[in-house]
């Protein structure tokens, strides 16, 4: 956790009442009312009634995948898809529980009630002045180990890769601190992870609106606008993040990102090579090195940038990834699968991973392990069109023709403009004997596809022709990749 982000005390609290973690002090002993003679007042006996207790207490609850050379998007392309402190506390709406409290106890048992009368806040000791300001001290102290306890929960969960897991315990922080430029950008890590771009890009610029000079993190800021294409958002990025600092790691990656966007590779290359010169240990900028590497084909540089990420973080699954594709392009599907399966084991919520996997076991002929890690990817992310149509293809192969059908329809409606998905969807009802109904979507894949018009044209060419010979059964066949 950074320095920045810590708990401040001395702070006057004034806050309602928080979720689970958040203390508040609703009211303490007026040192201020004094008597006639100058002295300070005791503080008030304990209210007796449980009904008052709350008024004088501190309340306590609880706290489709589509491969570029950045890494993994949420594209719906299938033809484009190569294997490749005392603070306080937000108002909420829940009602406080020591209003609620005598309401409630009258409507439960006796167990009930003790359970409820063991949530209710304890009271400032009355004794005298010097006892409440010890008792305030060491309330205070709890309230900072919990929001201590809830960051290190929260940070250890986006250790793991439990983006899903990591988010709510985040937001459980009180609103100072979810209002800080670092939580936003775990927050931001957290949706990037997820896939989920636009939303993430909202966390980032939340967080650099909070703190405008913010450098950490600023590297996933700047690929999550090269994922989205915004070229001039990520090009102001890079140069506001160098103007700040010039001798910021994270600049020259952003800087090195908008080259990349705009094609210029040797450009990139260089700003990420200045990064790893600032800081050898910056895992991120060998991955996005060696991913540069890779899209130029230099294989053995590109491993030995993935390597170096690896042996800096052996959990960094990006790099595990890249050496998979990387393998995959060179045809050794063996070790790719097994750099894929580890990527995919760092960070099992992420489905792309899985359905790289099962493109994998499909080359390799296990087609049953490619169709158990489609279904898989699809679990995950019932969005994910490649593994959608991975799956049909699969099925189609096994002659389970009603079940590629009924996947095929749910692509369409996710991504109604592929042309393979009629391909597909033609070529299984011409299995099943409707070259009516198979010929009506082949034209429509003609219309979709002009560049692969002249296979599809002698396709549907080829399917007439058999019709007026009686010839059934003809194998279609068209490239699905």
Same mark, same amino acid.
């Given at each position: 956790m950074p320095s920045n982000i810590q708990p401040t005390l001395g702070q006057t609290v004034e806050s309602p009442v928080m979720e689970d973690g958040h203390y508040t002090l609703e009211d303490r002993p007026n040192p201020s009312a004094s008597s006639a003679t100058g002295e300070l007042s005791p503080p008030n006996p304990p209210p007796t009634d449980s009904s008052d207790r709350s008024s004088t207490s501190i309340q306590g609850q609880a706290l489709t995948g589509n491969i570029t050379k950045k890494g993994l998007t949420r594209s719906t392309s299938i033809t484009d898809f190569p294997a490749s402190v005392l603070v306080r506390g937000?108002?909420?709406?829940?009602? %406080?529980?020591?209003?609620?409290?005598?309401?409630?106890?009258?409507?439960?048992?006796?167990?009930?009630?003790?359970?409820?009368?063991?949530k209710a806040a304890p009271t400032i000791p009355a004794s005298s002045t010097k006892d409440s300001e010890i008792w305030i001290e060491e309330e205070g102290l709890r309230i900072v180990v919990d929001i201590f306890r809830i960051m290190a929960r929260a940070y250890g969960l986006l250790a793991m890769n439990k983006f899903a897991e990591a988010m709510p315990?985040?937001?459980?922080?009180?609103?100072?601190?979810l209002e800080s430029g670092w939580v936003q950008c775990q927050l931001g890590k957290c949706k990037f992870e997820m896939l989920d771009y636009a939303s993430a890009a909202r966390y980032f610029e939340h967080a650099r609106e909070l703190e405008p000079n913010l450098q950490r993190d600023m590297e996933i800021y700047s690929t999550c606008l090269?994922?989205?294409?915004?070229?001039?958002?990520?090009?102001?990025?890079?140069?506001?993040?160098?103007?700040?600092?010039?001798?910021?790691?994270?600049?020259?990656?952003?800087?090195?990102?908008?080259?990349?966007?705009?094609?210029?590779?040797?450009?990139?290359?260089?700003?990420?090579?200045?990064?790893?010169?600032?800081?050898?240990?910056?895992?991120?900028?060998?991955?996005?090195?060696?991913?540069?590497?890779?899209?130029?084909?230099?294989?053995?540089?590109?491993?030995?940038?993935?390597?170096?990420?690896?042996?800096?973080?052996?959990?960094?699954?990006? !790099?595990?990834?890249?050496? +998979?594709?990387?393998?995959?392009?060179?045809?050794?599907?063996?070790?790719?699968?097994?750099?894929?399966?580890?990527?995919?084991?760092?960070?099992?919520?992420?489905?792309?991973?899985?359905?790289?996997? +099962?493109?994998?076991?499909?080359?390799?002929?296990?087609?049953?392990?490619a169709l158990r890690s489609f279904e898989q990817a699809i679990d995950l992310d019932p969005t994910n069109v490649a593994a959608r149509f991975r799956k049909a293809l699969v099925q189609y192969d096994m002659e389970q023709y009603d079940?590629?059908?009924?996947?095929?329809?749910?692509?369409?409606?996710?991504?109604?403009?592929?042309?393979?998905?009629?391909?597909?969807?033609?070529?299984?009802?011409? %299995?099943?004997?409707?070259?009516?109904?198979?010929?009506?979507?082949?034209?429509? !894949?003609?219309?979709?596809?002009?560049?692969?018009?002249?296979?599809?044209?002698?396709?549907?060419?080829?399917?007439?022709?058999?019709?007026?010979?009686?010839?059934?059964?003809?194998?279609?066949?068209i490239d699905m990749d």
């Amino acid at each position: 956790m950074p320095s920045n982000i810590q708990p401040t005390l001395g702070q006057t609290v004034e806050s309602p009442v928080m979720e689970d973690g958040h203390y508040t002090l609703e009211d303490r002993p007026n040192p201020s009312a004094s008597s006639a003679t100058g002295e300070l007042s005791p503080p008030n006996p304990p209210p007796t009634d449980s009904s008052d207790r709350s008024s004088t207490s501190i309340q306590g609850q609880a706290l489709t995948g589509n491969i570029t050379k950045k890494g993994l998007t949420r594209s719906t392309s299938i033809t484009d898809f190569p294997a490749s402190v005392l603070v306080r506390g937000p108002r909420r709406s829940q009602s %406080k529980m020591g209003v609620n409290l005598g309401a409630k106890m009258a409507s439960t048992n006796n167990e009930e009630r003790e359970q409820l009368r063991d949530k209710a806040a304890p009271t400032i000791p009355a004794s005298s002045t010097k006892d409440s300001e010890i008792w305030i001290e060491e309330e205070g102290l709890r309230i900072v180990v919990d929001i201590f306890r809830i960051m290190a929960r929260a940070y250890g969960l986006l250790a793991m890769n439990k983006f899903a897991e990591a988010m709510p315990e985040f937001e459980r922080l009180p609103f100072e601190h979810l209002e800080s430029g670092w939580v936003q950008c775990q927050l931001g890590k957290c949706k990037f992870e997820m896939l989920d771009y636009a939303s993430a890009a909202r966390y980032f610029e939340h967080a650099r609106e909070l703190e405008p000079n913010l450098q950490r993190d600023m590297e996933i800021y700047s690929t999550c606008l090269w994922q989205l294409r915004k070229e001039m958002v990520l090009s102001t990025l890079a140069k506001e993040l160098k103007e700040a600092n010039h001798q910021s790691p994270q600049a020259w990656v952003a800087l090195g990102n908008a080259y990349s966007l705009k094609h210029e590779s040797d450009q990139a290359l260089k700003c990420f090579q200045r990064a790893i010169q600032l800081n050898d240990r910056f895992a991120y900028a060998h991955t996005l090195s060696g991913l540069e590497y890779s899209e130029l084909e230099e294989y053995d540089k590109a491993q030995t940038e993935f390597r170096t990420a690896m042996s800096i973080d052996p959990r960094h699954y990006n !790099a595990w990834y890249g050496m +998979g594709v990387i393998y995959n392009k060179m045809g050794k599907n063996d070790l790719a699968l097994i750099h894929l399966k580890e990527a995919h084991k760092l960070n099992p919520s992420n489905s792309v991973l899985l359905y790289l996997v +099962g493109t994998i076991q499909e080359k390799m002929n296990r087609t049953t392990e490619a169709l158990r890690s489609f279904e898989q990817a699809i679990d995950l992310d019932p969005t994910n069109v490649a593994a959608r149509f991975r799956k049909a293809l699969v099925q189609y192969d096994m002659e389970q023709y009603d079940e590629a059908l009924k996947e095929l329809e749910a692509v369409m409606k996710l991504s109604p403009d592929e042309a393979n998905v009629f391909v597909l969807q033609g070529r299984v009802l011409l %299995k099943m004997g409707n070259k009516e109904q198979a010929l009506r979507y082949f034209t429509w !894949a003609l219309n979709l596809d002009s560049k692969s018009s002249h296979a599809i044209r002698d396709l549907i060419e080829k399917v007439n022709y058999d019709s007026e010979n009686g010839r059934d059964g003809y194998e279609v066949k068209i490239d699905m990749d």
